[in-house]
């Protein structure tokens, strides 16, 4: 039962992830732009994926999750 707050914070993190990521394409597709990923964007979004991706990785091997 203690690990029960931290479920409930990594939930409602996700979803305000996914509010914010829902509300960029609203504003780009609201100006008539094309969404796309380029070069650039993947040298920002790597750095910032990759990490996250190994803390959780991790912390599901050690069981600490």
């Known amino acids: 039962m203690n690990d ?3 479920v409930i914070f990594i939930v ?3 979803i305000w992830i996914l509010m914010g990521i829902a509300g960029v394409i609203a504003i780009l597709k609201m100006d ?3 969404i ?3 070069k650039i964007g ?3 979004a790597i750095p910032i994926v990759i990490p996250i ?3 959780l990785t991790y ?3 050690r069981g600490t999750f």
Do not use: K, P
């Open 12 to 14: 409602f993190g996700t």
């Open 42 to 44: 993947l040298i920002v």
């Open 32 to 34: 008539g732009q094309e």
């Open 4 to 6: 029960s707050s931290f």
């Open 53 to 55: 991706i190994i803390t």
């Open 59 to 61: 912390a599901a091997i």
């Open 36 to 38: 796309r990923f380029g």
